[in-house]
């Protein structure tokens, strides 16, 4: 078992005590936080799993949630920026009726670290907050919109609309992301772009504000 594997090990196992431990020796050892991130998020791909095939529920998937933001502590100051160069602002959260966030928050550490100023409006965000925040924002660069429901899809298809309706005044660009997302999806609900993953987010959003 290399330190990579302790990690993946210890967030499916639900080892919320060991966790940040196991994440700073396999960083001891040489492991980039990208790589201690990836055996985070296979660790959930087994929780996921489990949940799927009716092995383990809620209380489960949440004290592992609980688990990977434990290591997360420990590598999200390394994946942060110096916050030298600023970008402008991007205003993110997940959609209404969707209560994940882990994926939100990794995306909005990277698209933070690329140089955006992030205003986070956490999780179940209803598309009224989103563009009351825009509207005492006029200067956002993006709005950045996560789901990872398929059922929660219509929720971020109705907050686009929403978005999309007084676009025209502003000069943001609207992104998308989370599980069950595609591009096509993004397309069909008029997003200006799609990331499959945060280190994409981060790419996609510079390059939608032409940065
Ligand atoms: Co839930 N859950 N969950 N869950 N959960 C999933 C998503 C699920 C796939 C599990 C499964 O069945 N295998 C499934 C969804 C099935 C589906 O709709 N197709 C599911 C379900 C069904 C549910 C409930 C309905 C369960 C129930 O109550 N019966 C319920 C819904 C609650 C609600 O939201 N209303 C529920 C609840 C929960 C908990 C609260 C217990 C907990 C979340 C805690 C939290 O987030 N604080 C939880 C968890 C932990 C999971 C799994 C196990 C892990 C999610 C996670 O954090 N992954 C998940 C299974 C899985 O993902 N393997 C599952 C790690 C994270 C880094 O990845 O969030 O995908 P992810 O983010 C990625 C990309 O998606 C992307 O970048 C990130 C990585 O770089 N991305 C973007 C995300 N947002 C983006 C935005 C972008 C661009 C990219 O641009 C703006």
């Known amino acids: 078992m290399t330190k990579l ?22 960083l001891d050892e040489g492991a980039k936080p990208t790589e201690v991130l990836e055996a985070m ?3 959930m791909g087994v929780v996921g799993d489990k949940f799927s095939k009716g092995e383990i529920f809620v209380p489960e998937m949440l004290i592992a949630a609980k688990t990977m933001n434990k290591g997360m502590e420990v590598i999200q100051p390394l ?3 110096d916050g030298a160069q600023s970008l402008g602002k991007c205003i993110i959260g997940t ?20 140089g955006f100023d992030m205003i986070d409006l956490g999780v179940d965000v209803p598309k009224e907050k989103f563009v009351e925040t825009i509207e005492a924002n006029p200067d956002v660069k993006v709005v950045a919109l996560s789901a990872l429901l398929t059922s929660t899809m219509d929720s971020m298809k109705e907050t686009a609309a929403f978005i999309n309706e007084i676009k ?22 008029g997003a200006d772009g799609y990331a499959i993953d945060a280190g994409a987010a981060a790419i996609k959003a510079k390059e939608l504000i032409g940065a």
Request: net charge negative.
């Open 79 to 81: 994946l942060a920026g």
């Open 95 to 114: 959609v209404k009726g969707d209560l994940h966030d882990i994926g939100k928050n990794l995306v909005c550490t990277m698209i933070g670290a690329a």
């Open 41 to 43: 998020i296979a660790g």
């Open 5 to 26: 594997d302790d990690v993946k090990a210890n967030v499916e196992n639900y080892k919320t005590k060991l966790i940040a431990g196991s994440c700073q020796e396999a």
């Open 168 to 189: 025209g005044k502003y000069s943001f660009k609207l992104l998308c992301g989370g599980a069950p997302i595609t591009q096509a999806f993004a397309d069909e609900i």
